[in-house]
């Protein structure tokens, strides 16, 4: 239900930047919406180490520096690697100004419940802004709540701030600074005794 729920935030994500490259990194269980535009994202299922899907690899990901405009990351604890080592793979591979978006579960919420025990981690939204943060990228300053608080039944609606919602939303934007410093403009001078 948690994945049926999130699908709507996947299908916005992989529109974002249409005609561009994309990377998908989710479990195997979920299913990606039927892409409108010409250009497939690539696939990798997060079930174990190595990654496998459209390519069986592990990190370092086989792709270039800046050759995505998207990433998703659909439940990367759940992937058996380092998360703050996932993210900055993923942020390498970014193009600047791309976008990443990050899909937990929330640790809060009594939906944590049912999935207790199947060993599944979860990790408050501000762990996730200081692994984004270290890994070079800027996180929104609002985190969205997304999937049923308790029903055993798809929620899509997005809600801000993660609540006790069953999973959050956190997206992340990859900014670089001009190779070319800029000057700081010089403070104007007044005259003693100018008026104002």
């Not at 999937?147 to 959050?168: E, K, N, T």
Request: net charge positive; charged share 20%.
């Amino acid at each position: 239900m948690l994945l049926d729920s999130e699908a709507d935030c996947v299908g916005a994500a992989l529109q974002q930047r249409p005609g561009q490259a994309a990377l998908w990194l989710g479990p195997a269980a979920a299913s990606l919406p039927a892409a409108s535009d010409s250009l497939l994202p690539l696939r990798l299922h997060l079930d174990g180490t190595p990654f496998h899907g459209d390519l069986r690899c592990g990190l370092p990901l086989p792709l270039a520096s800046d050759a995505c405009a998207v990433v998703v990351v659909q439940h990367g604890d759940g992937s058996g690697c380092d998360p703050a080592e996932l993210l900055a793979e993923c942020a390498r591979v970014l193009l600047p100004g791309g976008w990443l978006w990050l899909l937990a579960l929330n640790p809060l919420s009594p939906y944590r419940l049912r999935w207790w025990g199947q060993g599944l981690e979860a990790r408050e939204p501000v762990t996730w802004r200081r692994r984004l943060r270290a890994a070079g990228l800027a996180p929104d300053s609002l985190t969205q709540g997304v999937g049923p608080v308790w029903d055993i039944a798809p929620d899509a609606r997005l809600q801000d701030g993660v609540g006790l919602r069953a999973a959050f939303l956190l997206r992340a934007e990859k900014r670089r600074l001009p190779m070319t410093p800029l000057r700081k403009p010089r403070p104007l001078a007044l005259q003693a005794g100018t008026t104002a």
